[in-house]
């Protein structure tokens, strides 16, 4: 018998912060799409329920497109069992928008929910508020157990907040797995000599604080034993590439650094780059230059500069020129010393006789 989990697909993200109207109504739509993928693979693989553990919407109010989607891909599989289990994004959501509710559709409340598949216990219960709630979870150490949640785990006993899951009160009741949702990178760990605790992590990455492999879990149970395996599923990766660019004193030398650091991505991904390292004030760092000669060469890429100015002030202390006095002059401002850095570096240039672009 076979399960999947999932959980945080956030359908009907607005994500326009990061990359764009244009881009953001592309990803929105593989989004869905990813979701799709999910339930043709649960059909292959002939799964008897998709275990949803929170966040299956992004907000309360979600666009046509995407209600039809979830109703139809439920609708027209009718082998497979949805258990969907609230998050704390979408627990005010109601996708069926006055439908009537699909047999094999089943979702949880406030207390906790049984769902059984011969030898095997399916649990849930959409908040975690106090001890009473970990209390109450009846288990049968004879069955295959396996419990829902959404949360933040803790391994204290804190149980006084919904969105904390403490782990030590679900140890020693014969749960064989948990999954979980709410934390978007892929985690599994031990939670007692019976039992892991899993989360499945996002599908699909929708912005740099979620880089990495996304995907989803096969759990399958076989002879009263569970196992499971990780299986990606994003349309695209995003990765974050930190490139030294200390020593690199032309646009080139520092375009062939970051061409290097990011020869293994595929163009369909996402990237971004922050440069990282020291550099001279005649270091030629340009940006514009910089996405122009990368254009094109994948799906989105930006760009971040945590790369430091390199300057021995030293050399001004006792300078008689305006390049002296300028530096010197800012030194002893208020200023933070990242200000500082990009205020010497301009100015030192604009004495020069160079062109700016700021």
Not at 164 to 183: Q, V
Request: overall charge negative.
């Amino acid at each position: 018998m076979k399960f999947i989990h999932c959980a945080d697909l956030h359908l009907d993200s607005k994500l326009e912060s990061n990359i764009g109207k244009e881009k953001a109504k592309e990803r929105r739509n593989e989004i869905l799409l990813t979701f799709e993928r999910i339930v043709h693979f649960a059909a292959e693989e002939e799964v008897s329920a998709i275990l949803i553990a929170g966040d299956l919407f992004d907000t309360k109010n979600i666009a046509a497109k995407a209600r039809n989607l979830v109703w139809d891909l439920i609708t027209s599989h009718p082998q497979i069992d949805f258990l969907y289990l609230k998050g704390n994004h979408d627990w005010k959501t109601n996708f069926l928008d006055g439908r009537e509710i699909p047999v094999n559709f089943k979702g949880f409340g406030l207390d906790w929910q049984e769902y059984q598949y011969g030898d095997v216990s399916i649990f849930g219960k959409e908040t975690m508020e106090d001890d009473a709630n970990y209390a109450s979870l009846i288990t049968e150490p004879s069955r295959v157990n396996i419990v829902m949640l959404h949360g933040q785990e803790v391994r204290s006993n804190i149980k006084d907040d919904a969105g904390l899951i403490a782990l030590p009160a679900l140890r020693n009741r014969n749960i064989d797995y948990l999954a979980l949702g709410h934390i978007h990178t892929y985690k599994k760990e031990t939670l007692d000599e019976r039992g892991i605790y899993c989360y499945s992590g996002c599908p699909e990455g929708r912005g740099f604080d979620e880089c990495g492999e996304k995907g989803i879990v096969l759990i399958e149970v076989k002879e009263g034993k569970v196992s499971e395996h990780f299986v990606p599923m994003a349309t695209r990766t995003l990765h974050e590439v930190k490139v030294d660019i200390t020593g690199q004193e032309t646009a080139t030398d520092i375009l062939r650094a970051v061409d290097k650091a990011v020869a293994y991505i595929p163009a369909k991904d996402m990237v971004k780059v922050v440069l990282t390292g020291y550099y001279t004030v005649d270091a030629e760092k340009d940006f514009n230059y910089f996405n122009q000669a990368m254009e094109g060469r994948f799906y989105f890429l930006k760009w971040k500069d945590s790369s430091r100015l390199s300057i021995d002030y030293r050399e001004y202390e006792n300078m008689v020129s305006l390049k002296g006095e300028f530096v010197r002059t800012v030194m002893n401002g208020k200023e933070t010393e990242e200000e500082k850095e990009q205020m010497i570096l301009l100015g030192i240039r604009a004495l020069s006789g160079e062109d700016l672009e700021v």
